[in-house]
């Protein structure tokens, strides 16, 4: 189910615009860019939800990756609960986009920033 979207801001500055899926969603066989977050809504904050980051990647196929697979119980015991997701069929691209927001966003399930 599609719970709306979200701007992810990468280290260059530059914005990507991610929509923002449940975890049970089921995804066409289309390239992405993935964020693996936990979505919260905290009151007081107008309704609008944060997302904590827990895990950055990219696929060339949305649906072979997470259709007929769990997520790791590692993304889970983060809180995992949404996967937000850049759609993008370049896969030289999808890899620079991820690299950027790696540079960015500093997750609980990605090994240490890049260099």
Known sequence: MRKGSILFTGSSGRQ?????????????????????????????????????????????NLASTFNDSKLPERYMEFGANCLCVHLHDDAGQRADIEKDLLGAYSTDCNPSRPL
């Open 16 to 60: 990507y615009s991610f929509m923002v899926w449940s975890l049970d969603t089921l995804f066409k066989p289309m390239g992405g860019v993935y964020f693996v977050t936990e979505r919260r809504v905290i009151k007081g904050a107008h309704l609008r939800p944060r997302h904590n980051p827990i895990f950055i990647g990219q696929t060339d």
